[in-house]
């Protein structure tokens, strides 16, 4: 395989700012066990999940993430010449999430954008895009966001882990950079492991096609093209984040590619918070920045059902430290948390329809 499927900027570009957003309120695993399965779960995949509240969505979690990034960048918003979100739970069929986060942080009006979708890695789409606005010298800083409130069914699989938050990104040149991204990989094919028609409230699963033929195949044949191409190996990387659906898959995609335990730990998030859909791996990648030093190699790999992975080869600059501190931290979000039962997340949620 050539290197010409590297997707590297012309500019060297990378992270000058960065900012998380979790949700306070936490709906525990055994909470959900108790109403559907009478309590038996004894290898629930997560111990709890963020919930948004009844005045939360993907528009005002991304404007705290973004307002995050900003701190940490330290630039004018009005400097921006894109704001994207990527999400699969857009609060509006036809109306962009992306013009009131503009809005809201000073973007506007000189700026370009977009919502993004595809599934859980639309927040990385949007980040290679970023790079590419950026490293093409179309633009000085573009900001990318990866955000949900992810639905589940009530009773299904996925009512365990669907959970809310994420993170936004500002790309910007190298020489400003907290953290250098030195290229992207993108592996897709289409695998019907994960989908939602027009109209259809919950999203459905493939059962059997969600793991071997979709995450893991995505997931490792996007971190090993990116290792083999750039010349590394798992030894080379101080961190990794991996998408987390749940505790398990991310733990044996690290294995498969030759990560250790301790190299994902800091970024593994979804036994606390579930997974975040759209800000899985980007919400991961901030726990990561909020502890990594100076020289600090980190490889990203997201993973979209439908299907497909973005993997990211990153260091860490001087620049880090003195900034990260600027804002609030991914870990400090996870810590405050007000604990809810099934009741008080039906009605947050909106399961409980009067019509």
């Excluded at 525990?28 to 709890?48: D, M, Q, Y």
Aim: charged share 20%.
């Amino acid at each position: 395989m050539t290197n010409n499927v590297l997707l590297k900027p012309t500019r060297p570009v990378g992270i000058i700012g960065y900012g998380a957003y979790v949700p306070r309120y936490r709906l525990p695993a055994k909470e959900v066990a108790r109403i559907w399965t009478g309590g038996r779960g004894a290898s629930l995949p997560i111990k709890e999940k963020s919930v948004p509240g009844l005045d939360e969505d993907v528009v005002t979690m991304s404007i705290e993430a973004a307002r995050n990034a900003l701190k940490r960048a330290g630039i004018d918003p009005s400097e921006i010449r894109a704001v994207w979100v990527g999400s699969e739970s857009h609060p509006y069929a036809v109306k962009p999430s992306s013009t009131i986060v503009a809005e809201a942080i000073g973007a506007v009006p000189n700026t370009q954008a977009a919502d993004w979708e595809f599934a859980c890695k639309a927040g990385t789409e949007a980040l290679v895009a970023a790079m590419g606005l950026v490293g093409s010298n179309m633009a000085r800083y573009a900001l990318a966001i990866g955000m949900d409130t992810a639905q589940g069914k009530p009773g299904d699989a996925l009512e365990y882990t669907a959970a809310a938050g994420g993170a936004a990104f500002i790309v910007g040149p190298a020489e400003e950079a907290l953290a250098v991204i030195h290229a992207s990989y993108s592996y897709v094919t289409d695998t019907p492991d994960f989908w939602r028609r027009e109209n259809q409230k919950y999203p459905e699963h493939g059962q059997r096609f969600t793991g071997e033929p979709a995450y893991f195949k995505h997931i490792t044949e996007a971190g090993k093209t990116m290792m083999e191409l750039s010349g590394t190996t798992a030894k080379d990387y101080r961190w990794a984040v991996f998408h987390q659906p749940n505790t398990k898959f991310p733990q044996k995609a690290a294995s498969m590619l030759g990560f250790s335990m301790e190299q994902i730990k800091p970024g593994l998030l979804s036994p606390v918070i579930g997974n975040t859909y759209a800000g899985a791996a980007l919400i991961g990648l901030t726990a990561v920045l909020d502890i990594a030093e100076p020289g600090d190699r980190i490889l990203v790999v997201s993973f979209g059902s439908g299907a497909g992975s973005d993997a990211f080869d990153l260091h860490v600059t001087e620049a880090l430290a003195p900034r990260r501190d600027l804002a609030t931290k991914t870990q400090e979000y996870i810590a405050r948390r007000t604990e809810v039962d099934y009741a008080t997340y039906a009605r947050l949620r909106g399961k409980i329809t009067m019509k």
